[in-house]
């Protein structure tokens, strides 16, 4: 499976935009990138995924790299309830499994 | 909206005893999954299920492991006989296609003492 390389932690105030990097240099040409996250004492909750272009949806946006080697998971306006870790995942076309690897861990403050 | 539920919540069991997991997935979906988390550490994949068979299994997911769909609304893992090792977080999941979203349980925290 293509690794993907996140940051460990980051931190954000309430109310302000939160942009999470993901690498992903070994992408095949037929990985879906895929975001999860995982709320304290929950379980993994899909947040947004995409193939080449960027993509929208009520929870968050993902910001595509033209080469496909990084992308950005953006969460427009943080709250306390965005505070969990978010896993970036490349999935391939033909997989229907999931590999985790230690996701960014997301503070958000007052 | 529609969500995976599983049963119990927390299970104690002395180790070298069975134990079953429930869930019940979301009712139109086809594919159904178990993944587990080691406190502090990773999810891990245990196994997928698609039309009443495994379509593919992580080395954790030994002899010691089966799955069961027993009967259409059901997906159980059943361990045969537990080791202290196999304390985690049990997490099922399902999704419609294998391509689509995979909606997570709540998770069974399994204790082996």
């Known amino acids: 499976d293509a690794k993907t390389t996140q940051p460990n932690s980051m931190e954000s105030n309430e109310e302000e935009p939160v942009h999470l990097p993901c690498n992903h240099s070994?992408?095949?040409?037929?990985?879906?990138i895929h975001w999860y996250r995982q709320l304290p004492s929950q379980g993994p909750e899909y947040v947004i995924h995409?193939?080449?272009s960027n993509v929208n949806n009520r929870m968050a946006s993902l910001a595509i790299a033209e080469d496909r080697k990084s992308s950005t998971l953006i969460l427009h306006r943080a709250t306390l309830r965005d505070a969990a870790v978010y896993y970036c995942?490349?999935?391939?076309?033909?997989?229907?499994?999931?590999?985790f690897g230690t996701g960014t861990r997301l503070q958000v403050t007052l | 909206e529609p969500e995976v539920t599983q049963t119990p919540s927390h299970q104690v069991t002395q180790m070298g005893q069975e134990v079953i997991l429930r869930c019940v997935p979301i009712?139109?979906?086809?594919?159904f999954y178990w993944y587990r988390q080691i406190l502090g550490q990773k999810v891990e994949f245990l196994v997928s299920?698609?039309?009443?068979?495994?379509?593919?299994k992580s080395e954790i997911f030994d002899d010691q492991f089966s799955v069961e769909r027993p009967d259409g609304s059901n997906f159980t893992l059943k361990i045969r006989s537990t080791k202290l090792e196999d304390s985690a977080m049990y997490f099922c999941?399902?999704?419609?296609?294998?391509?689509?979203?995979?909606?997570f349980g709540q998770g069974t925290r399994l204790t082996v003492v």
């Open positions: 999941a399902s999704s419609y296609r294998g391509d689509t979203e995979a909606f």
């Open positions: 070994t992408i095949s040409g037929t990985d879906y």
């Open positions: 995409g193939l080449t």
């Open positions: 995942i490349l999935r391939p076309r033909t997989a229907s499994k999931l590999t």
């Open positions: 009712s139109n979906h086809l594919y």
């Open positions: 299920f698609y039309n009443n068979e495994i379509s593919e």
